[in-house]
């Protein structure tokens, strides 16, 4: 039991700023407490630099103990700006209010506190046994990375440590800065970046990051601590003007992201880097540590149930921590890839890094720094129409030109078979009335193309009796109405989408659930190799050559008649376990011919397909590919194999690669969430270097903005709510020939 007035034994082990910091606030709510503190260092020995905390830390700093606050704050260096250094230009970016100390300052004033509040610090206290300490009530560990509590308790806590895949060594240098600073550096060994900020009145930290190959091309691998100095003060000699490297024990190590399942057992509880770390890219750990003992001392105050106590603590803290964790990760795996965007311009360069994490936004930098806001809106619209302006709009209303077309902004609505809204989206593969109306309504978004939904090849390529069609005279007419309608009434593109459904055909309606076979009247299904889809899915045919020759011409004749009907744009439904992405995954092409095995195979008739396609579809208008970009499986089709596909189909006459993931089998569990697209879209568009349009529930201005500025897609589905009905005079007479067809 905690309870106020009562001795309860507390023993912290570690005394950096979590342990310190938890002890003073707990003594602080009651000084009853008899706390111990335990640290393995002396007292005056510390390993680091500066320490960075944001403004939203200080207040719950300010609020926890206005002492300490007083003293951390009355020493720190303060700045607003972040300078990138990248190709010989500095490009700054203000509004980013950050403060550190000296992590020696910082220790020496909690350690100060905590001896003033009457808690016992031990220092060069080896503890290699929990059997060693002092009897405790409670155990609060926060003995760092390499705590001995958390590997006492390894099988209550389990946790995971994945070690990053760069290289960094923590250095100082005794110059000024007057911004956080990133510098980029290339020198025949490869690309060094490093992370720089000023801590003090005449020191900065100097982080140098690289990859594990320009590590060894620079031969770090054997170099000691001053050779390992003496190369880095040669790399950034014209950054350095003149100032000296310093050094503090550093190593080159690489970035060991910790995660605990469980925070606390019995009456043992972790903390900061004992529980969990976070990259350094994106913020202090010191932060988290300290906003860590924060919620614990608050919980052990409020309830007097230790278990109850450490419950509300961890339920508190954890989810805070995997969000910034997220985040940090997202940072961290910029930084270690960041060779793809070495092609980027400096401003799009700066942009893409201030908003790699996806903390901060477009609006936010608009809001922090008009001045940089505008900068970018500036070079956007000059990058996109080779004309300078003053005042430029916003990257998502600039033009995109794509062979012979020039699509008006880069916004993109896709109106696809919601059936709770549309009752018959189709009857035979004939578009509804009320699918053409909504469609039209579409319009009213300005948005600069509107797109189909999945568009049956032949009858059994449709997903659901109820698919859209092109492939007879009919539907070419029906499309015919609705292409002109909208090309008359806006000055939007007009694209479609073409699929077949293979394996995942044959199936009721959404409305009655997904991948549900038909009762009656199935069609024969096929796919790359004769795997259901699901355990009630009916058994594919495994498809011969006749099959694919039947397939292939379906594709081209769908193509010429959606040239006929006017169409802009034709995308190629590749993605989601559909026929053609059958064919890509190794989940389900487990073909021994040449169709199957390597990726190379796999892409084989896909690529066949997309050939006699773009053969067929006129050389002005674009032609685009959806592909999954992952399956989300273990084993299947990578990131890097859509990289590699991208890479082919550009090669082949591809203009667009549209963003998917999953669905390919019925395991494949994509983290949806907002934005949860657009990592995969930057990815291939930066490593295949070909645009890429993304959706993902992107449903604000901001996050558009934000996608097109930093060149992770060049196109956005905005995921808007489905529309009131249409009044009557936006019809377009489609009812009368869908009556007539039938």
């Known amino acids: 039991m905690i309870r106020k007035g009562y001795t309860v034994k507390i023993v912290i082990l570690g005394a950096g700023p979590a342990g310190l910091y938890s002890a003073l606030l707990l003594k602080k709510a009651n000084a009853a407490h008899d706390i111990t503190i335990i640290e393995r260092n002396p007292m005056n020995v510390t390993y680091g630099w500066g320490v960075v905390f944001s403004d939203r830390t200080l207040a719950s700093f300010q609020r926890a103990d206005y002492k300490t606050y007083e003293q951390i704050t009355s020493r720190f260096v303060i700045w607003d700006a972040i300078d990138v250094h990248f190709r010989d230009e500095t490009m700054r970016c203000g509004g980013h209010v950050i403060a550190s100390i000296a992590r020696k300052q910082l220790l020496h ?149 910790l995660k605990t399942k469980t925070w606390h057992h019995g009456n043992v509880v972790l903390l900061g880097d004992a529980v969990h770390t976070a990259h350094f890219s994106i913020g202090s750990g010191t932060k988290l540590a300290m906003e860590d003992a924060i919620a614990l001392a608050t919980a052990l105050e409020q309830h007097t149930d230790l278990e109850t106590a450490l419950n509300e603590y961890e339920l508190e803290r954890k989810p805070v921590v995997e969000v910034f964790q997220r985040a940090a990760e997202e940072s961290q795996s910029y930084f270690e890839t960041i060779k793809r965007y070495l092609n980027l311009e400096p401003m799009q360069f700066t942009f893409q890094l201030l908003t790699r994490s996806g903390r901060i936004t477009y609006d936010d930098l608009r ?204 995308q190629l439904n590749m993605a989601h376990g559909y026929l053609l992405a059958s064919f890509l995954s190794p989940l389900t092409n487990q073909r021994d011919d040449e169709y199957g095995g390597s990726l190379e ?53 591809c203009d667009i690669i549209a963003i998917q993931a999953g669905q390919t089998t019925m395991e494949g569990e994509p983290t949806y969430g907002r934005g949860f697209l657009t990592q995969l879209s930057d990815h291939v568009r930066n490593g295949a270097s070909i645009p890429t349009l993304v959706g993902g529930y992107l449903t604000t201005s901001n996050q558009i903005n934000t996608v097109i500025a930093a060149g992770r897609a060049d196109l956005c589905i905005l995921d808007i709510p489905f529309m009131a009905e249409p009044t009557r005079h936006t019809q377009i007479g489609h009812e009368e020939r869908t009556a007539n067809a039938h």
């Open 601 to 653: 195979q796999r892409m084989r008739f896909p690529l066949e397909v997309f050939d006699a396609v773009r053969a067929a579809w006129p050389e002005n208008k674009p032609l685009a590919v959806a592909i999954s970009v992952t399956d989300c499986v273990k084993g299947g089709f990578e990131v890097s194999d859509a990289i590699r596909f991208a890479q082919v189909l550009k090669a082949h006459g």
């Open 367 to 570: 809001l922090r720094d008009p001045r940089f806001g505008d900068a970018v809106d500036r070079w956007f619209a000059l990058s996109t129409t080779g004309r300078e302006a003053i005042v430029a709009p916003p990257p998502l209303f600039a033009p995109l030109h794509v062979r012979e077309l020039t699509i008006a902004n880069r916004i993109v609505v896709s109106l696809g078979t919601h059936e709770a809204n549309v009752a018959y989206p189709s009857q035979d593969g004939m578009p509804h009335h009320s699918y053409a109306t909504q469609f039209m309504q579409r319009l009213r978004t300005g948005a600069g193309m509107v797109m189909t939904a999945l568009t049956a090849i032949a009858p059994e390529g449709r997903i659901t009796p109820r698919c859209l069609g092109m492939y007879d005279s009919n539907h070419l007419a029906a499309w015919q109405d609705i292409v002109q309608a909208i090309h008359t009434s806006s000055s939007a593109i007009v694209a479609i989408q073409l699929n077949h459904a293979g394996r995942r055909g044959s199936t009721r309606p959404k409305s009655e659930g997904l991948d549900r076979p038909l009762r009656e009247g199935n069609w024969q299904l096929l796919s790359a190799s004769p795997l259901p889809y699901t355990s009630q899915s009916q058994l594919p045919k495994e498809m011969d050559r006749t099959d694919m020759a039947k397939v292939l011409h379906d594709y081209v004749f769908a193509t010429q008649m959606s040239h006929e009907a006017g169409f802009d744009v034709l």
């Open 109 to 257: 004033i909690l350690q100060q506190r905590c001896l003033e509040l009457g808690i016992s610090i031990q220092f060069q206290c080896e503890v290699n046994n929990l059997a060693d300490l002092p009897d405790y009530d409670v155990l609060i560990a926060a003995d760092g990375l390499n705590s001995i509590v958390r590997k006492t308790y390894a099988p209550f806590l389990k946790q995971t440590i994945a070690a990053g895949r760069a290289k960094y060594i923590w250095l100082g240098a005794n110059k000024v800065l007057d911004a956080f600073t990133f510098i980029f550096r290339e020198n025949e060994h490869g690309l060094f970046q490093v992370h720089a900020y000023p801590f003090g009145g005449s020191t900065s930290t100097f982080i140098v990051e690289c990859d594990e190959q320009s590590w060894l091309n620079a031969g770090l691998d054997k170099a000691d601590e001053a050779a390992s100095i003496a190369y880095c003060q040669k790399l950034l000699a014209d950054d350095l003007e003149g100032a000296t490297l310093l050094s503090n024990n550093s190593k080159w190590v690489n970035f060991p992201t």
